[in-house]
């Protein structure tokens, strides 16, 4: 259905993709594997069109083909849905389906009637029942991921490339996800799916392909495959366990923060819970369970109903997060590029950023030499692998971000830190170094809350858990009972007490 | 000896690289490329331009402009825009007219009164801004109007003149043969390139233009920040004011029209983003200096004033056309 052969592409003189190979059969879920970097996003681009290879060949149907741009490879058949979703915000579902492509009557105006019926009869299709007059904005992140993959079906596509569809989907949303993608297979469609999940890569992949480094590593099918050999395909090394030890349980430790009651909404439910020096402290739950609003609450920087807070046994209003930074308590924010980083700066002024106050001379200026000095030393504590302080930070690995955005908060006087999806969307070696990471600040006296999606994650990072659902604390779990049936339990079916 | 020399040759090269680097990565690149040119065709086309008296006199002329246009660069880096600085600083001149002449209190007063109708407007936009989460362009559009009707109220429509004799300094005063007013503008560079590349709250400027929910949540408070920049566009404006107060000698409401769209024109120019986060306060004078050249120059050439302004626009498109991918 879909082959490319050799695909070599070069931005100026850095080649990324050095003559990849890749096959997808007509009724085949297809999984692209490799790190972040590794060129599968890039590759993915080729083949819709949006950028155009160096050299190499792509054949559709047995047809070699050259898209000048993504409406020449939609004409093919190929249909894209990227992670980043290209719907309009304020238009409906079937505007959105439609977009530029608009049914019209005779007279030159909208032939709204036809459009509907079409959309609706493609989600009956798929079994995604979704409401078609309210703006896109207004779905869930599944539910506009269904849109984007019923806009490409609208376009007749018989390849279709999901980019990362489940990163921020709930289980359930995944299940769901995982049923239309069957149902397509079935229909001859040939999915390529591209995510960091492996689990999923063995419950919905037929085949695999690897990616390391912009370099073809290997192709298999699921069942001759397991996860390690996966794994190792992809950082070409083999990682044995990518979470440290687990120190000793410290009931007696010093609590830092003590949260006597939050409430995210008039009405919903009030949660509690306290954390202790010395220990990381897990936040479970399905996306859009409210863990983030509640640490933003926290700083300040989410307008909760109600928030109560002792930092060191005070009570503490904090109003900003700046009143958070001054009472010790930092946060590495869920989205690198969006909340954590000012991409046009390098890194030493994005560690800078809230540092300035400490790199005073005379009072009013910045003693630049101070801000060098300090900037090396954070960038070592963490290693961050770059050139140098001055380099930009959009030209860093997302590991390296993360790092970037960690550093800016070791020259404060910190007790407590609050890492939002920690590990999301960077690549498996630097994962294991965030992990080392948390550990070592621990050990240090830190306090971490992590906030994370990922299962695995939070089991094996975790001295205690809190289980989200629906806005509110419904359990806190810790030693043996930090396991994946416990938390997901509790995630899923967990009563929640609202108060008014 | 001659390896000395090897070195010193390798460091000449380096230096010259880093000098062709600069010119194709520094904001300032383009502008300073586009007052090159704009000036050599102005000589061509007037044997009057190139002349010291002609030079100082174009300087002079964009002096408010060029003061206006620095408080601009704040918030525009920042990612705002602030559309009352000709109304504030025709209010600011205004009042300070009114206080030195209906008031009869002494001159030091009524430019203190300009200084404080600036910063109270100027803290008004930020606050509006910062704190009542409403965009620049709606608020301080709002600002314009008010200020401008304001001017208009105290002064019943006509010019507030009989000024004490001094004022006049600030307008049309010299130091050897530099004008005061030039003197004014260069020293008020030379305070924003210090608070912008020297000072903590500069980099926050930067920063928030950059990412503003970044900065936040990394602990800058950003409300602060941006009530700041419109309490430094304020106080320019109302530094404009006393510099165009001075050159009338008179406190004219009716001043000033039209001149925010200049000064946005002078930080655009100049290099700045217009989306924030980038650009130089350098470039803001530049840019200036380029829209006062291009004035003076289609004067000199006798070009019909109306046509000036067509001339003007079509400049500033080209300017923003090439500059748009520029880094």
């Not at chain 1, 924010?333 to 790199?359: A, C, H, M, W």
């Not at chain 2, 090269?13 to 065709?41: E, K, Q, T, Y």
Request: charged residues 20%.
């Amino acid at each position: 259905m879909l082959e490319l052969k050799d695909i070599r592409k070069s931005f100026g003189r850095i080649e990324v993709l050095h003559g990849v190979d890749l096959q997808v059969k007509a009724g085949e879920v297809h999984a692209l594997l490799g790190e972040n970097g590794a060129g599968k996003s890039t590759l993915m681009k080729i083949v819709s069109g949006i950028i155009q290879p160096s050299s190499g060949t792509i054949i559709v149907d047995g047809q070699e083909r050259h898209f000048a741009n993504y409406d020449e490879a939609i004409a093919a058949g190929v249909g894209i849905v990227f992670q980043e979703f290209s719907l309009i915000p304020y238009l409906n579902a079937v505007e959105n389906m439609f977009l530029a492509r608009e049914k019209k009557t005779a007279l030159g105006l909208l032939d709204r009637k036809a459009m509907r019926e079409r959309a609706a009869a493609i989600l009956r299709k798929l079994e995604v029942d979704l409401p078609l007059d309210v703006p896109v904005a207004r779905l869930s992140v599944a539910e506009q991921q269904f849109v984007e993959i019923a806009k490409a079906l609208s376009l007749d596509a018989r390849i279709l490339v999901l980019d990362e569809p489940t990163a921020t989907l709930t289980p359930a949303e995944v299940e769901h996800l995982f049923k239309v993608m069957r149902e397509l297979r079935a229909a001859g469609v040939a999915i390529v799916f591209i995510s960091h999940h492996l689990e999923e890569i063995f419950e919905i992949c037929d085949r695999i392909t690897v990616l390391r480094d912009g370099e073809y590593v290997g192709s298999s099918t699921v069942a001759e495959t397991n996860i390690d050999q996966l794994v190792e395909m992809m950082v070409g090394r083999r990682i044995e366990n990518s979470f440290p030890a687990k120190p000793a349980a410290k009931p007696d430790a010093k609590v830092v923060l003590e949260v006597e009651e939050v409430q995210l909404r008039r009405g919903g439910p009030v949660s509690s819970f306290q954390l202790r020096s010395g220990e990381i402290l897990g936040f479970a739950g399905l996306v859009g369970s409210g863990r983030t609003e509640t640490v933003l609450s926290i700083l300040g920087a989410y307008p909760a109903a109600r928030c109560k807070v002792r930092v060191g046994g005070v009570e503490k209003r904090l109003r900003d997060p700046a009143d958070g930074l001054a009472h010790g308590i930092g946060l590495l924010p869920e989205s690198r590029k969006e909340q954590g980083l000012v991409t046009d700066f390098s890194i030493l002024q994005n560690v800078s950023l809230n540092n300035y106050g400490k790199y005073r001379q005379g009072h009013w200026f910045i003693d630049f030499k101070k801000e060098l000095a300090c900037t090396e030393d954070a960038m070592s504590q963490v290693r961050v692998k770059a050139q140098g302080p001055r380099a930009r930070v959009d030209t860093l690995s997302g590991g390296n971000q993360q790092k970037v955005v960690i550093a800016r908060w070791l020259n404060h006087d910190m007790q407590i830190l609050i890492f939002d999806e920690p590990t999301r969307g960077i690549d498996v070696g630097a994962k294991a170094e965030i992990y080392q990471l948390m550990r070592d600040f621990t050990a240090r006296g830190y306090a971490i809350i992590m906030i994370s999606s990922e299962l695995p994650e939070v089991i094996g990072m975790s001295d205690r858990v809190c289980v989200f659902r629906s806005g509110g604390i419904v359990a806190t779990v810790e030693g043996s009972a930090i396991n994946s049936e416990e938390i997901m339990t509790h995630a899923t079916t967990g009563r929640v007490q609202h108060v008014a | 000896m001659s390896h000395d020399a090897n070195l010193d040759a390798a460091s000449a090269g380096r230096g010259r690289r880093a000098a062709l680097d600069w010119l194709f990565h520094s904001p300032l690149a383009l502008p300073l490329v586009g007052l090159i040119v704009v000036s050599v065709l102005m000589g061509f086309a007037s044997d009057n331009f190139f002349t010291i008296d002609n030079l100082l006199n174009v300087l002079r002329q964009v002096s408010v402009v060029g003061i206006l246009a620095v408080g601009m660069t704040f918030v525009i880096l920042t990612g705002g825009i602030d559309l009352s600085v000709g109304a504030v600083m025709a209010l600011a001149g205004t009042m300070a007219a009114g206080v030195m002449v209906n008031m009869g209190l002494p001159g030091g007063v009524g430019l203190l009164a300009a200084l404080l109708v600036g910063l109270g407007l100027g803290l008004f936009n930020g606050f509006m801004v910062a704190w009542g989460k409403m965009p620049s362009i709606i608020v301080t559009l709002a600002t314009m109007g008010i200020a401008r009707g304001l001017g208009l109220i105290y002064s019943g429509g006509y010019p507030i003149s009989g000024l004490p004799g001094w004022v006049s300094w600030f307008g049309v005063g010299r130091i050897g043969i530099i004008p005061v007013p030039v003197i004014i503008m260069l020293v008020i560079y030379a305070v924003a390139w210090v608070v912008l590349q020297r000072t903590p709250f500069g980099r926050h400027v930067y920063a928030i233009g950059g990412n503003e929910t970044a900065a936040r949540l990394s602990g800058v408070r950003t409300r602060s920040v941006k009530l700041a920049v419109f309490a430094i566009s304020g106080v320019t404006a109302a530094l404009a004011s006393i510099v165009l107060t001075g050159r009338l000698m008179s406190g004219q409401p009716n001043a000033g029209v039209g001149f925010e769209l200049d000064a946005i024109a002078a930080v655009v120019l100049g290099g700045t983003a217009i989306a924030g986060g980038r650009g130089l306060i350098l470039g803001t004078l530049i840019g200036a200096v380029l829209l006062g050249i291009l004035n003076n120059g289609l004067n000199l050439v006798g070009i019909n004033p109306y046509m000036q302004d067509v001339i003007k626009g079509l400049i500033i498109l080209l300017a923003i056309y090439i500059g748009r991918e520029w880094r």
